[in-house]
């Protein structure tokens, strides 16, 4: 029995993490990141690389490990980056960015990242970005979806 008191309380504890801006069910996160691979890939598919790399990405973002990052405000320090460079249109590739640190300050549109123990700055205007999803992040998933079915 004390078991599942412990169960329920780590539950709870979860779900109060959740703010209402955080509430997006795994169809969300995957229905937004397939539009904008879609949208995104379907501008540059006449370059050969693209078609692959399109079907690479999707499979590495659609099965739910990335979520896509709409505002640079939504990032929490050690999520980790990965992002796809718009300036090389000709070949779209996801890339490992590097661990989140802060937004710096005076520009809107720049990050500090932490890579291979090297922090660096990168430019986010031109790019697209992804967050991976850590274990909280899944098992918050997990437990929405569930509340989700159960209400339905």
């Known amino acids: 029995m004390e078991s599942d008191s412990k169960l329920e309380f780590d539950i709870n504890e979860l779900l109060v993490d959740i703010k209402e801006v955080d509430i997006k069910t795994t169809e969300d996160i995957h229905n937004r990141n397939n539009?904008?691979?879609?949208?995104?890939?379907s501008k540059f598919l006449k370059y050969d690389k693209n078609v692959e790399n399109k079907r690479i990405t999707k499979e590495k973002i659609l099965n739910l490990e990335y979520e896509y990052v709409e505002d640079i405000s939504d990032l929490k320090p050690r999520d980790s980056c990965f992002g796809i460079n718009l300036n090389?249109?000709?070949?779209?590739?996801?890339?490992?960015?590097?661990?989140?640190?802060?937004?710096?300050?005076?520009?809107?549109?720049?990050?500090?990242l932490l890579k291979y123990r090297i922090v660096h700055k990168i430019n986010c205007e031109n790019l697209l970005l992804f967050r991976k999803l850590n274990s909280k992040?899944?098992?918050?998933?997990?437990?929405?979806?569930?509340?989700?079915?159960?209400?339905?």
């Open 137 to 152: 992040d899944k098992v918050q998933l997990l437990l929405l979806d569930s509340l989700k079915k159960m209400n339905n």
């Open 35 to 41: 539009e904008i691979l879609d949208l995104v890939f």
């Open 88 to 112: 090389e249109f000709y070949d779209l590739k996801l890339n490992y960015l590097g661990f989140f640190i802060k937004k710096e300050d005076n520009f809107m549109s720049f990050l500090k």
